[in-house]
């Protein structure tokens, strides 16, 4: 008998929380995400104090509700108030998970059609531009994930931007970027970039000479290509196209300074096969100006 394939059908939209400032921004972003694509919005935090055994409250000597325990349910009530506040009408649930702030995610990833965070939360070091929690999820999680970086948006931030390759990776980024300027009536800026022919290992055979006019071509059709059937799939989204002999970085960096977010994909055609994620979504995450989207391809 064949085993069926389990489909986790991705209908809410998840964000962690902690109780930090950075995680304040994250939940505002989310609500008002999961009130764009009319789904709920699970509240998750990770609670870790019970498997150290470290006492969760209860004693004769505490009020009700005091206690570690207490202070992670508080926590969620809080945010989950903040979130309703700020979208009228959202459906909030919220789920109090006992493990790390990164496992509780990843699980509730699992079924989530975003995952949103903060860049940095109450734990680690504090000079961290991006926490750990952030980066793993990046990394691992099933679904895209969304990091809301410090700091207000530009105030001419009017459009998503998504960098494009031909990795399975970028094209789920792109899909993703077309389903956000949808659901926000924004436009949709995709930049591809090409660098000079190099090595990438031994015995490779590059060109003497090569014209970057008919490279720059080849990469401008590519990038059509690559978009075609997305436009025809979102008409109503706004397409504008950016090819440049450039780094990947240096460009996005660039075009990051007027988005309403940045999509990337977990890792690029260049660089080593075997690693989960790429340079260049590393970078974004660290430096971008905006919001940044780091989407992996589906198994």
């Not at 995680?23 to 509240?43: D, F, I, K, N, S």
């Not at 389903?179 to 924004?186: D, H, L, N, T, W």
């Amino acid at each position: 008998m064949a085993t069926q394939e389990i489909r986790h059908i991705r209908n809410h939209v998840v964000v962690g929380t902690d109780g930090s400032a950075s995680a304040t921004q994250a939940m505002a972003w989310a609500a008002h995400e999961a009130t764009l694509r009319r789904l709920p919005l699970r509240v998750v935090h990770g609670f870790v104090w019970s498997q150290v055994h470290a006492p969760l409250g209860g004693a004769v000597y505490l009020e009700s509700g005091a206690g570690l325990r207490g202070a992670a349910e508080r926590i969620l009530a809080e945010a989950a108030t903040t979130a309703r506040s700020a979208e009228p009408g959202l459906v909030v649930e919220t789920s109090l998970v006992e493990n790390s702030g990164t496992v509780a995610l990843l699980e509730s990833a699992r079924d989530a059609a975003v995952v949103v965070v903060g860049s940095r939360g109450l734990g680690g070091f504090s000079g961290l531009i991006v926490g750990s929690t952030a980066v793993q999820l990046a990394m691992y999680s099933p679904c895209p994930v969304v990091v809301i970086r410090d700091g207000e948006p530009a105030q001419d931030a009017h459009r998503i931007v998504v960098g494009v390759d031909a990795s399975d990776h970028a094209l789920a980024a792109l899909e993703f970027g077309f389903e956000e300027a949808s659901v926000r009536g924004v436009p949709l800026h995709t930049v591809h970039t090409w660098t000079d022919p190099v090595s990438t290992g031994p015995g490779d055979m590059l060109p003497l000479v090569f014209d970057p006019d008919v490279v720059h071509e080849e990469e401008t059709r590519l990038l059509a290509e690559l978009l075609a059937g997305w436009s025809e799939k979102y008409p109503d989204v706004q397409v504008t196209r950016q090819v440049a002999r450039a780094r990947a970085r240096d460009e996005l960096l660039h075009a990051s300074q007027r988005a309403q977010l940045l999509v990337v994909g977990a890792r690029g055609v260049g660089g080593f096969r075997g690693l989960l994620f790429g340079s260049v979504s590393q970078a974004m995450l660290h430096h971008a100006h905006c919001p940044v989207a780091v989407v992996r391809a589906r198994a």
